[in-house]
């Protein structure tokens, strides 16, 4: 059977394998029916699949988690871009325009780092659930809500970040399902670090994850009124970011590295 589709796997916001936030990458000639893109992201089995329809100067993108579509994904963007112009589907001086179900997502490289531009969600604060330490294994000082169901926890110690340990069945039951956590950081490289908890769409920790730097960046800005930070998410695999908030856009640049490419046969 001839090849039909190629399928990339990226690690994205790293520039070494095995690090970062892996994603698959699909680029088709032609459109696919949701289903066989979820059947295909269940089989990849990483936080996020996307499927690509490059074109000009539009390409379509989707993204797909291991359960089920969702409107946007930054890391899943990066890695697309990255194979985009890694394999010259758009030459490196021009700017790639995705056309998401979030919205419009433009990518641009820029040295060796790939900054695309992404909507900040505005925040609204929220009381802190009584019990939540024994659902997320922290006591947040302050909690938000946001856009796609995200809640925002804020702590002061980013030790307590880096070991805490969520109860994720506790968490699926609860509004907590889609969880960010931000703490400032500790190394003077860094202006704050995260961890990014999905469970409800069958993800317990995002390794590194864009995306949630669209409530970050205004948040991060209202607390220090700063627009232009340097992240680190502080999972087991680890990934580094540059935001820049723009009024009511967010810059996001990271890294990526090609892991494997391969060719699907369904």
């Given at each position: ?6 399928i990339?796997q990226v690690?994205?916001?790293?520039s070494?394998p ?14 696919a029916s ?8 269940t089989?990849?089995n ?12 539009v390409s ?12 946007l994904?930054?890391?899943a ?8 112009f ?9 700017e790639?325009v995705?056309?998401s ?18 909507p ?7 009381p802190?659930?009584?019990?939540v330490e ?6 947040p000082v ?6 796609y ?8 110690v980013e ?23 931000t ?9 704050f670090?995260l961890?990014c908890?999905?469970?409800?769409l069958g993800?317990?920790?995002d390794p ?29 695999r ?23 490419r ?5």
């Amino acid at each position: 059977m001839a090849e039909r589709k190629r399928i990339y796997q990226v690690d994205a916001f790293t520039s070494e394998p095995f690090k970062g936030n892996p994603a698959g990458i699909c680029i088709l000639e032609e459109d696919a029916s949701t289903d066989w893109m979820q059947k295909i992201a269940t089989e990849m089995n990483v936080s996020e699949t996307a499927f690509i329809i490059p074109g000009t100067p539009v390409s379509q993108i989707r993204f797909f988690s291991p359960a089920e579509e969702v409107p946007l994904c930054g890391h899943a963007t990066l890695a697309a871009a990255h194979v985009m112009f890694e394999k010259g589907y758009v030459p490196k001086e021009e700017e790639i325009v995705f056309s998401s179900k979030a919205g419009e997502l433009r990518a641009r490289s820029v040295k060796r780092w790939i900054t695309m531009d992404f909507p900040a969600f505005p925040i609204r604060q929220i009381p802190v659930p009584k019990g939540v330490e024994k659902v997320i294994g922290v006591q947040p000082v302050e909690m938000y809500s946001s856009s796609y169901g995200w809640k925002l926890a804020l702590i002061n110690v980013e030790n307590e970040l880096r070991t805490m340990k969520p109860d994720f069945n506790a968490m699926m039951k609860s509004d907590l399902g889609h969880l960010i956590i931000t703490a400032p950081s500790s190394e003077t490289n860094f202006d704050f670090s995260l961890r990014c908890f999905v469970p409800s769409l069958g993800i317990y920790e995002d390794p590194v994850t864009g995306s949630a730097n669209c409530i970050l960046a205004p948040f991060w800005h209202m607390k220090t009124n700063r627009n232009d930070f340097i992240v680190q998410q502080v999972s087991k695999r680890t990934g580094v970011m540059k935001i820049s908030l723009k009024e009511n856009r967010v810059e996001i640049s990271g890294q990526a590295k090609t892991i494997f490419r391969a060719s699907l046969f369904v």
